[in-house]
């Protein structure tokens, strides 16, 4: 076992407290981690929030971790001590179902452990990236490219993923045009991976402030999501609108942008319900869909991809005392666009 200090939430909606947990023993098969930076997502305030169903506390949050290899188990092919690694939302799957063999571990049919808020197959509850170390089995590790630094890659383990995978599956590219909604940790990535796919992009944001940067990103288009005149000036022009916001949506707008055959992906989770008219569909043959996440070897072809074409999140690196206040600005918009723990602080 090793001690680690970590973050944690006693109970939902508590203030973080520095606290101590153990890490398991390294098998075989496990790398140790010396984490350096992790990111903060919006699904950490979710669970840490207990938005969602079924919260485990004390809860250490973080699923956008980097940092350096420091000991490997005997039979680790993959890794050595010194490799510069990432771990994202998952770090167990049955590795045998027809999902996990064809590399989408996060639907796993006997259900993926996730990195924190979750129980692994022991029944242990995880505990994830605001922590010093993490052990963690080689298959759900991934290399950090050269080229990616450390602090600015730890998004990419989360929001790059679940930003490129539904990209690349709903065909964003040449000739397509693509509107990514809500400009926040997910959405800035998801422009820059549109863009460099070929896509045609336009931003759809409440924000007056984010058009500048919207470009600098790749966008050729923003939109404000606040003016009537948007939705008359943009009817029926988007193969593929990806929905980034944390918070319900008024489904039936954004539909009304999508050509014939166009798509309206949610990788946004917020808890309550949407509704949604079905003529919204029936009339432009239009689908609503979801993405979760992205398999361990699409994560690491994304992670080539965003150090080929020069992708990285635009961060704001924290020190750990400074995480309650981080998460009070994020529930305000007020995050350019993600912020990402320095581990060394903790
Ligand atoms: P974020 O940084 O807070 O960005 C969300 C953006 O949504 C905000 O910047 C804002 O954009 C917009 N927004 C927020 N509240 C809104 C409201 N009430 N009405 C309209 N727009 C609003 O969050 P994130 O880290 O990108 O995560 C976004 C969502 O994705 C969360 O629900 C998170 O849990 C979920 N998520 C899902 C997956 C998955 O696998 N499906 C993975 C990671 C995260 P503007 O200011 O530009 O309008
Ligand atoms: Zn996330």
Not at 30 to 35: A, H, M, R
Not at 210 to 224: D, H, I, M, P, T
Not at 319 to 339: G, K, P, T
Request: with cysteine.
């Amino acid at each position: 076992m090793c001690k680690t200090y970590v973050l944690s939430v006693p109970t939902a909606k508590a203030p973080f407290e520095k606290t101590t947990i153990e890490r398991r023993p390294l098998r075989s098969h496990d790398v140790l981690i010396d984490i350096k930076f992790s990111g903060i997502c919006h699904s950490d305030i979710h669970s840490a929030h207990g938005d969602w169903a079924g919260g485990i506390f004390p809860m250490v949050p973080g699923h956008e971790i980097t940092g350096i290899v420091t000991e490997v188990g005997e039979k680790v092919m993959n890794f050595a001590v010194g490799d510069r690694v990432g771990v994202g939302c998952y770090v167990d799957s049955c590795g045998v179902c027809e999902y996990c063999l064809r590399g989408e571990e996060q639907y796993c049919t006997k259900g993926h452990v996730a990195t924190y808020n979750s129980l692994d197959y022991d029944g242990n509850p995880t505990y994830g990236g605001y922590s010093q170390m993490i052990v963690v089995t080689e298959r759900f590790v991934v290399h950090i490219p050269d080229g990616l630094e450390l602090d600015a890659a730890s998004p990419l383990l989360c929001a790059g993923i679940t930003t490129y995978s539904p990209l690349k599956r709903w065909n964003a590219g040449p000739g397509k045009r693509v509107a990514i909604l809500g400009m926040g940790g997910l959405g800035h990535v998801a422009i820059q991976f549109a863009h460099e796919m070929g896509a045609e992009v336009t931003v759809l944001s409440r924000a007056k402030d984010k058009e500048k940067e919207a470009l600098s990103f790749g966008a050729n288009e923003y939109y404000s999501t606040l003016d009537p005149e948007t939705f008359e000036t943009l009817a029926g022009r988007f193969d593929l609108i990806l929905n980034t916001v944390s918070a319900t949506i008024d489904v039936d707008s954004y539909l009304s942008l999508l050509r014939v055959d166009g798509t309206l992906v949610n990788v946004g989770a917020p808890a309550e319900p949407s509704q949604y008219q079905v003529f919204s569909l029936i009339m432009s043959r239009r689908s609503i869909a979801g993405s979760l996440v992205g398999g361990l070897s699409e994560t690491q072809e994304m992670l080539h991809f965003a150090a080929q074409h020069g992708i990285a999140p635009q961060i704001e690196v924290i020190h750990a005392d400074q995480v309650d206040d981080a998460y009070e600005r994020i529930l305000r918009s007020d995050v350019r666009y993600r912020f990402v723990i320095d581990i060394s602080t903790l």
